[in-house]
């Protein structure tokens, strides 16, 4: 993927791509980025892992930079059927979890919520039908 989205990119000269190799980012990312972009991730991901992320989410970015996330939701219809059909959690299966649990981690790192899919889901779309999808911004300190 990571060459794909270099591929995708090449003619930004702006954008600069890492490979986590121990799901920590380097103490040189520290107020470094204006975005992040993490979509389809976390829905793999438990609950300890996604609050670690959006820690260091919060490290990286800038003040008043913005990250773009997508969750597993329970809330959303599709979310609440695929979450049915699934007897337990497997890496390659989904790790769904509600909303309020994304605002909280988002508010407890200073994360401010800048727009969310709307409730209720949208059929026409299978990812606001599923997923929770939200950016945030960084808090000027």
Known sequence: ?????KQALSACPNVEF????????????????????SFDVFVHLDLHTIWSYFQQIANALKP???????TASLTRPAGWERFTAQSRYTVGGFYFIGEDTVRLFASRVGLRLVKESPEGGDPSNIYINRDYLVVFEKTVE
């Open 64 to 70: 008043g930079g913005k990250a773009f996330v997508s």
């Open 1 to 5: 993927m990571l060459k794909r989205a």
């Open 18 to 37: 890492a490979l986590l190799e121990d799901s920590r980012l380097p103490d040189s990312c520290t107020a470094r980025f204006d975005f992040i972009y």
